[in-house]
T-cell receptor
Framework: GDSVTQMEGPVTLSEEAFLTINCTYT??????LFWYVQYPGEGLQLLLK?????DKGSNKGFEATYRKETTSFHLEKGSVQVSDSAVYFC???????????FGSGTRLQVQP | EAQVTQNPRYLITVTGKKLTVTCSQN?????MSWYRQDPGLGLRQIYY???????DKGDVPEGYKVSRKEKRNFPLILESPSPNQTSLYFC?????FGRGGETQYFGPGTRLLVL
């Protein structure tokens, strides 16, 4: 079946550092890929998504590119802020499947 | 404000005492779903509903029931809770789902502890 693998956390960075959170997937066909973010005490919210190969999703300074050749969707941000501290989930969806498949989540802690 | 609401947000109960977690959305979404979040496992789907009176099992449905009598509401029922159902639960909704690429909107979560 489909699966999503994320790098384990926590990831601890200083403010203004460069961020990469790795995400790779296993799926048949052409899934859509997502990054969701969960701030402390809140539900998940969509951060960005890409629905086909080579698409780049971007939002709030975060970016991720759908790489079919490496089955990856790594999340990047050039300069993180303390307010980016959260748990980040990579996920995929497939046409005909009634659920998102989530990775295990990566906690990001940004220190001032 | 467009939102998904859940109640209660926190719940402590004892083994075997029936409970219901409510979920409501005000966006007229057809699709609704329940997930549970456990450390190291991400989110796993419990049940989903494609529309009123249409529900189906997700990946981890054992010990749970749902109903969809109205479009906006999708309660999660634990008839006889057990400690292994201690978890963080999220309700989610979407205008439709299953074609790929649709965004899901999540509620704030319900943290359940079963003693």
């Amino acid at each position: 079946g489909d699966s999503v693998t994320q790098m384990e956390g926590p990831v601890t960075l200083s403010e203004e550092a460069f961020l990469t959170i790795n995400c790779t997937y296993t799926a048949t066909g052409y899934p859509s890929l997502f990054w969701y973010v969960q701030y402390p005490g809140e539900g998940l919210q969509l951060l960005l998504k890409a629905t086909k190969a080579d698409d780049k999703g971007s939002n709030k300074g975060f970016e991720a590119t759908y790489r079919k050749e490496t089955t990856s969707f790594h999340l990047e941000k050039g300069s993180v802020q303390v307010s980016d501290s959260a748990v980040y989930f990579c996920a995929l969806s497939q046409a005909g499947r009634r659920a998102l498949t989530f990775g295990s989540g990566t906690r990001l802690q940004v220190q001032p | 404000e467009a939102q998904v609401t859940q109640n209660p947000r926190y719940l402590i109960t004892v083994t075997g005492k029936k409970l219901t977690v409510t979920c409501s959305q005000n966006m007229n979404h057809e699709y609704m779903s329940w997930y549970r979040q456990d450390p190291g496992l991400g989110l796993r789907q419990i049940y989903y509903s494609m529309n009123v009176e249409v529900t189906d099992k997700g990946d981890v449905p054992e010990g749970y029931k749902v109903s969809r009598k109205e479009k906006r509401n999708f309660p999660l029922i634990l008839e006889s809770p057990s400690p292994n159902q201690t978890s963080l639960y999220f309700c989610a909704s979407s205008p439709r789902f299953g074609r790929g690429g649709e965004t899901q909107y999540f509620g704030p979560g319900t943290r359940l502890l079963v003693l």
